[in-house]
């Protein structure tokens, strides 16, 4: 019988570029539906932009455009962004789409009729980021949580939903069905919220104020306040295309705990007032700091997905996103934790398993698939560590492990290692006897990468395609070919590529990093105290040659962005310098700049440019940063002492 998987991801604000957050839940719940089709399933995924409210209207008027033009173009952004990240959506909806405007509609209307929305006067503390109000309780130091800034006290004539009434049945259905939001925490999370009265929700704002949105069919001076018309984006999208009774019984909502009280109250209080069904599962996860801190455009830490997508590939950094974040914990981005990661699992394990078994095949079989002979236990125990692992991977998935899912995985891989290590193919070569073992031994490695390539495809499904190809496996595959050991044609040939996981230059990464006034760096200098490195004596300071230098051009790196290529005379020298002050210095700003270099520091590659030197600059905690000089004009070449 097929399963059915309907899920959705949040709908985006589109008041700004997707980050590495957007495109975590976005890949997470992608791989969701990528292995719920390798198992046959009836899959249907959504996600989508939110484009209504005030503070899109704002950011409408900030970029000196109409809100339907900047929406449009934003929205557009999230699409193309979601291309290049190789996302399968089904179905993406925005909210100033008419199909939905009109579902809106129908449910408000539905609602008012039967008396859950009364008209009436609230004040209270408004935070336009999140476009909510806070209760006292809900805010840390006064300051909203998910923004730290002060909310404003507003007061207004609304529409209100009466929420509270529907309060005891939602814990009702919380108490009962502990699945209902996972993991666990979240679901106690918002029991606590329902110990106490929730109030009735604001669902509309004066039209006056806030003219972008869906009016209120009964009151053309209002609209819809942003998350009442938001949150229904899940069940218009398929009501309006006749999909509903389809999908909406299996429906799974992927958000991150920001946004845990729209999604664990409002939303299941406002579908049981229209009279749908309630979801399936409201997953929660945690959040991505970066080195530890949230990520903020003011601390300007906010990390693009399309950069890491450029430097490392797409399927690699999916991998790394679900392999180093447990579901519902935050987990922390760190730019050398990716690489190290690319390093040790992709590279290393998966990478070298399919180099060493195609080198050894091409020497001893001329790259041609053998036969199996009979198998020894060491051979059945390989082969089982492979196909009892689709059941097992689908397991982890449907229980949100995605982390542990492919630990197993990537386990059985080093465990194919481990038995090219101990059956020594090498050593069987030598041996003309030894030529049904030594065929067996490679047979078993091909369908070991055969195995693990169908398994790994839904987070890298570009590599694993290519592995495949290399090994001589074409066209599509389904998630029980993997439960089967015997899957390739003997005789048929592999075809031998390129490494699928290059090594990552960790060296070379963590001088770019240093450079480029070095994200740890940026964090030590946050910290209230100095730091001091250890004592050096005057001898170890004599080892350092520093020189003024006039920087005579500054070049765009060909492959980062961050970093310039300057030309530096220092007397009769013309040196090269790889320099990470692009955030801070225009070509201009810096053509013709005095500047101090250490001229004896060992010339280093950076990103494929050989770097012969560095420049001093200061910093402050904030990051910001001022070129090192002289307070009066010396000859270049002069050496500072
Ligand atoms: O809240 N780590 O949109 P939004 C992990 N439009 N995930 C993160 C993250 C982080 N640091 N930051 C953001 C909205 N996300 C509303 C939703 S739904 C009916 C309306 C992800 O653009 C995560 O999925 O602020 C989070 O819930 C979502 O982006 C918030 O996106």
């Not at 590599?463 to 599509?476: F, H, N």
Request: proline residues 5%.
């Amino acid at each position: 019988m097929t399963a059915t998987f309907y899920a959705t991801t949040p709908i985006f604000y589109v008041n700004a570029e997707p980050h590495i957050g957007h495109a975590y839940t976005t890949i997470l719940v992608d791989v969701a539906a990528r292995y719920h089709r390798l198992a046959g399933d009836d899959v249907r995924f959504l996600t989508g932009t939110d484009e209504h409210g005030e503070k899109i209207a704002k950011a409408a008027e900030a970029a000196g455009t109409t809100p339907q033009a900047y929406v449009d173009q934003v929205s557009q952004q999230f699409r193309d962004t979601w291309d290049r990240l190789g996302i399968t959506y089904d179905g993406f909806i925005r909210t100033t789409e008419s199909r939905h405007q009109k579902i809106v509609q129908d449910v408000l209307q539905r609602v008012y009729d039967q008396g859950d929305i009364i008209y009436g006067e609230y004040g209270g503390l408004y935070c336009v980021k999140c476009e909510r109000y806070y209760t006292e309780k809900e805010l840390e130091d006064g300051k909203c949580p998910q923004h730290d800034l002060e909310p404003e006290y507003r007061s207004e004539a609304n529409y209100f939903f009466r929420m509270e009434k529907y309060r005891p049945w939602l814990k009702e259905q919380l108490e009962t069905n502990p699945n209902l939001i996972r993991p666990e925490g979240y679901r106690n999370e918002v029991l606590a919220m329902l110990r106490e009265p929730i109030g009735d929700l604001s669902i509309s704002r004066p039209k006056e104020r806030v003219p972008w949105g869906i009016p209120l069919p009964w009151d053309e001076d209002h609209v819809t306040y942003v998350w009442f018309d938001a949150l229904l984006n899940y069940w218009s999208d398929l009501e309006s295309q006749g999909l509903d009774d389809r999908y909406w019984p299996h429906v799974q909502h992927f958000i991150a705990k920001d946004i845990l009280k729209p999604h664990g109250v409002f939303w299941p209080t406002m579908l049981k007032a229209a009279g749908i069904p309630l979801f399936q599962h409201l997953n929660v996860h945690g959040y991505w700091l970066v080195e530890d801190r949230k990520m903020s455009k003011s601390v300007g830490n906010v990390v693009r997905p399309l950069e890491l997508e450029q430097r490392y590939g797409n399927d690699a950094f999916r991998y790394f996103l679900l392999r180093d974040m447990s579901f519902g914990l935050d987990a922390s981005f760190h730019e050398l934790g990716l690489a190290e990661r690319i390093n040790a699992d992709l590279a290393n394990d998966l990478g070298n398993l399919l180099n060493r078994t195609l080198g050894m095949l091409g020497k001893y079989r001329s790259g041609v698939v053998p036969s199996f002979g009979p198998l020894t236990a060491e051979d059945e125990a390989l082969r089982d560590a492979f196909t009892s692992l689709p059941n097992a991977v689908m397991r982890e998935v449907e229980g949100l492990h995605f982390d542990r899912a492919l630990a197993m995985v990537m386990e059985a891989v080093a465990a194919a290692n481990k038995y090219v290590s101990d059956q020594k193919p090498w050593e069987l070569a030598k041996d003309e006897a030894q030529s049904e073992r030594l065929d067996t031994v490679l047979r078993g490695c091909l369908e070991a990468l055969r195995c693990a390539s169908i398994l790994l495809d839904p987070v890298m499904p570009g590599k694993m395609q290519e592995l495949r190809a290399q090994i001589g496996v074409s066209g599509d595959v389904i998630l029980d070919d993997a439960s089967h050991w015997e899957r390739l044609e003997a005789g048929s040939a592999t075809e031998p590529g390129e490494p699928l996981f290059p090594r990552v230059d960790l060296e070379a990464l963590k001088a770019t990093m240093d450079v480029a006034g070095g994200s740890e760096e940026a964090s030590e200098a946050a910290a209230p105290a100095l730091e001091h490195k250890p004592e050096i004596t005057i001898d170890d300071f004599a080892k350092l040659e520093l020189r003024v230098g006039t920087i005579t051009a500054a070049e765009d790196h060909p492959n980062a962005d961050r970093l310039w290529v300057l030309t530096v005379q220092v007397g009769p020298e013309t040196r090269t310098v790889v320099s990470g002050i692009k955030a801070h210095y225009t070509a201009e700003q810096l053509v013709g700049t005095t500047v101090i270099l250490v001229a004896n520091l060992a010339p280093v590659k950076l990103r494929g440019v050989l770097s012969q030197g560095m420049i001093l600059a200061a910093e402050d905690a904030e990051g910001n940063l001022s070129l090192a000089g002289l307070d009066r004009s010396l000859p270049d070449g002069s050496e500072v002492r």
